[in-house]
């Protein structure tokens, strides 16, 4: 029997539009509208289900074999589904209806109106209001790397070059890119994403072809968005590679946005002469924006020091905090500006209060000009528009000379509130195509249609009464049915006194039914009238929206305005809260902190727990600093915070001290710890030294270094020669040294001190106590030169029997490498029982011995010579007789 061959799969026109679109976009999820729901088709449906934790069904289902399968969600929740998505790492292709259904000839026109991938996301629920997310592309041309990287949500595009990949990879970390592009090359990409994956495993990677990094035609693109003649203006014109990265980042914007972009205003180069620089390592070490062990915020200094009320001013802080400052004159003004702020608790209340009312302008305004704000959005907008007035009296009226020159340069944008305080209403919806989002008063012909729904009742019984006070028939009445609409019926009896202007529609047996124009015109207003209604008030509501477009230039300055005064506020705040001082920041040399403490650990412990410490650095007395102490003494604390006080100073801040007088540096390195990074395939001993090669590689006489414990991860004599030599050549290198903290526990480097003036040793305090020890956390001068491993570990809770067994083998180390016998002296124990053996016996043996207590009776100091050789031989003979 021949087989029978199935028929194909019927492809329906709807079916045929969503092929060719999805064609299209063949590495994104494609949701479809199809009337109230978003719908996804094939292996989108698949995957999407599995995702979203929808159910999976399918249409043709009567065939099994050839199924379609199907999702979908509803339009007005896509929200949520688009975070799943996006957080899942997929990219969502959202296809809009974007003709008229009723209007339609055919099938309905649908096309993709944006593509939402992990780089390129405005929604909130997608946002962290703190961080920004960007959207990186790197090229290499030439010799040098182009990096640049673009916020969306807030259009902050910012340009970039490196002379190699290692500058590229660590300024890709410090920014922290949600999607990479990168040129799609065989073989060397795949190396390059590699090596972004294991730098950046949270990256999505998407590559692209190398035409669009063109560095002609990638300029051309961004002349042509600017509208610029060249990118001199923005301080960019000779970063080849740079632009070559920026223009194909715009491409892709352009692409998958399918909108305006009004609000990437300028390139903006990241400059670094003028800002402290530090690697990636060290900004891990130290712990500035998340912490070592489980990459939390919370624990972090940026977490510690941010009480930002606006999340401009958070990014703001953010920013700051990886980028401080070199320039002496711009760091003392930020300074004087959050001294002007703390002298005046009140004015910085007042300020607080009101920027705790002010909501995301750099986002609100990039959801506006992108298409996708909703009443919402533009409520928000206009409540933190209405705080700008009262801000900028304040401002004006006292402070440092920053904050009076930030009130005056304030914008009000008086304008642009008053047309959305008459336009947009304070409980409109998240949706824009429901309704009730415009205020009564705004528009007379939507006034008119929500009085038609409202009022439509009252106003066919005033027409009918009125009709009967014309005509003077008592029993006429208006009526509706879905066939006739609105009609007069008059009773037979009532005929004759029916007035001429009545049209005659339908005779039944007891009366007859009538229109009139007037009616008619009542029937055509109400008929339909919801359906104007929401037409008329999305066209209004995006003619608003559209409005405030225009204005982004001046929404966006304004933004910045006030991120910066909520920064210093925030600054000001916390040195309030928190007991910081002023530093004194200089060109020089010097570093000198009194009572200096960790801005963390502090807040973690209760108050007046926390033990200061006074830390003296320079370039010719105190240029290297030996400590030495304990394990779970304080000595990375030490050196942690002497970091971040200068790094805070840089920035700005007031800092947890005494007093603190900052010689201005250009890098902060930092070697602490010790952990295997096996993503790059490096053990720690690895790590260990690419870090130690980076400082002694770059390191500047202006530059502060930072090291503890250096050559743990090797034998205990390398790691000393290797120790040893670092030292020598930080406190030597180019004739100057580098200013620097060297925690150790090779004693045998406080011996530097005896050989270099500019090496000093000091130790932190412990005291001993009934066989074990009480930390002091104190930093004092001079060396130590004990480690209190053993008692460390009985304080860690190491059990007693394997502590005492290491100080066995401790004492047994420091009695030599062999005993008598050739054995290894460090296995040695009286309480592990040996067999006997031949041969001579051991003068102290297990057991004590004539010998032995003769010996323990005798004070040699009173011994004479001859007394003396007499007692030799009469132990010698008590030795043979045993």
Known sequence: MAKTTPAPVKITPMMQQYLEIKAQHQDAILFYRLGDFYEMFFDDAVTASKVLGITLTSRNSKDDENRVPLCGIPYHAVSSYLAKMIKAGFKVAICEQVEDPKEAKGIVRREVVRVVTPGLVTDEQLLDDKDNRYLAAICQKGKNWGLSLLDLSTGEFLVSEKEDLAGLLDELVRLGPSEILLPEEPGEASILADQLLAFLPQSCLTRRSPSVFYPEMARQRLLEHFRVANLAGFGCEELKSGIAAAGALLLYLQETQKTALDHIERLTPIEFDNVLLMDESSRRNLELTQTITGGAREGSLLDTLDLCETPMGARLLKKNLLFPLQEVETIRQRLNTVEALYLAPRLREDLRQLLAKVYDLERLNGRVVLGTANGRDLTALKCSLAQLPQLKEKMLEEGGPLLPALGASLDELTELHALLEAGIREDAPVTVREGNLIKPGYHAELDELVSLLRDGKELILTLEARERARTGINNLKIGFNKIFGYYIEISRGQLANVPEDFIRKQTLVNAERFITPELKEFEEKVTGAQEKRLELEYRLFSAIRTTVAESSSRILLTAARLAQIDFFCCLAEGAQKYRYTKPVINSGEAIIIKEGRHPVIERALPPGRFVPNDIHLDQESEEVLIITGPNMAGKSTVLRQTALITLMAQMGSFVPAASAEIGVVDRIFTRVGASDNLRRGQSTFMVEMNETANILNNATQRSLVILDEIGRGTSTFDGLSIAWAV?????????????????????????????????????????????????????????????????????????????????????????????????????????????????????????????????????PDTLSPREALDLLYELKGLSDVE
């Open 727 to 859: 030292a020598e050549e930080l406190v030597n290198k180019n004739g100057r040294g580098v200013k620097t903290i060297f925690a150790t526990h090779y004693h045998e480097l406080t011996e530097l001190a005896a050989t270099n003036p500019r090496v000093k040793n000091h130790n932190i305090a412990v005291r001993e106590w009934n066989d074990t020890i009480i930390f002091l956390h104190k930093l004092l001068p001079g060396g130590t030169n004990r480690s209190y491993g053993i008692q460390v570990a009985a304080l860690a809770g190491v059990p007693a029997k394997v502590v005492a067994r290491a100080k066995e083998l401790l004492h047994n180390i420091e009695q030599g490498e062999f005993n008598r016998q050739g054995e290894p002296r460090i296995a040695t124990s009286p309480r592990k029982n040996k067999p006997r053996q031949g041969g001579q016996l051991s003068l102290f043996g297990a057991g004590e011995t004539q010998a032995a207590r003769r010996l323990r009776d005798i004070n």
